[in-house]
């Protein structure tokens, strides 16, 4: 049985689930966050190791192939997927863990992991998402259309989640994400973070 407890996070792009993520993890330093593997390319500003495991598509296959990722899909053009090993070894710990990954991906965790808990993250309104993803300068034009095109289904699979928070006031949205993870798990743990592996 699971002693850990693994929480995870969607959003259509551009909606604020890294902002989120990051400001939960100065308030909860002992909440994990699942490094997921990826072929796209880094974006200016992040690490591998850190931010992703960026890999040529060839060693994400062999992955797949050895059963190294808990789950992984294709998300707006490229490869994705959530390392198993330190999930398995937050759950046997007694830790907690964020995962940040889509829709399809979610849902696949929470049929091989059912006591996690889901929380998605939505905006009031796709032109806010459209806004963001600008305001970011991170992607072209046509990262933007597919990742603008993709949100409204994403939105509507969000029911699926045991949480729905609106990311409209940065301050209100980190405070209702906090309350839930305080719910769920309890209060910060300091000086306890566990031992996990990484690749
Ligand atoms: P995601 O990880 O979901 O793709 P980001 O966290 O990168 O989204 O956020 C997208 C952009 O929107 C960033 O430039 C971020 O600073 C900004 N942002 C996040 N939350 C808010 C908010 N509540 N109000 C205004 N801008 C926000
Ligand atoms: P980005 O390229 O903006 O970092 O991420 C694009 C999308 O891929 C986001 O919705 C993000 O949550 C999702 N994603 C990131 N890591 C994983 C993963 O390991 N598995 C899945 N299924 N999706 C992921």
């Known amino acids: 049985m699971s002693k850990g407890t693994l929480f ?3 959003a259509p792009s551009g909606a604020g689930k890294s902002t989120l993520v990051e400001r939960i993890r100065c308030i909860f330093p002992d909440v994990l966050y699942s490094i997921s593997c990826t072929t796209r390319s880094p974006r200016a500003g992040e690490t591998d190791g850190v931010d992703y495991y960026f890999v040529q598509r060839e060693r994400f296959l062999a992955m797949v192939a050895a059963g190294e990722l808990l789950e992984w899909k294709e998300v707006h053009g490229n490869l994705y997927g959530t ?10 710990t007694g830790g907690r863990m964020i995962l940040d990954i889509d829709v399809q991906g979610a849902g696949e965790v929470f049929k091989r992991v059912p006591s996690s808990v889901g929380i998605f993250i939505s905006v009031p309104d796709m032109a806010v998402l459209e806004e963001r993803l600008r305001r970011r300068g991170t992607e072209t034009e046509a990262s933007i259309r597919t990742r603008i095109g993709n949100a409204e289904e994403e939105m509507a699979q969000g029911r699926a989640f045991r949480y729905q928070i609106v990311n409209d006031d940065l301050e209100t949205a980190v405070a209702e994400l906090a309350s839930v993870i305080e719910k ?4 910060c743990k300091a000086g306890s973070t566990p031992e996990i592996s990484r690749l």
């Not at 390392?83 to 046997?92: G, K, S, W, Y």
């Open 8 to 10: 995870v996070i969607s």
């Open 83 to 92: 390392p198993a090993r330190p999930v398995t070894d937050v759950l046997a």
């Open 184 to 187: 769920e798990s309890g209060p």
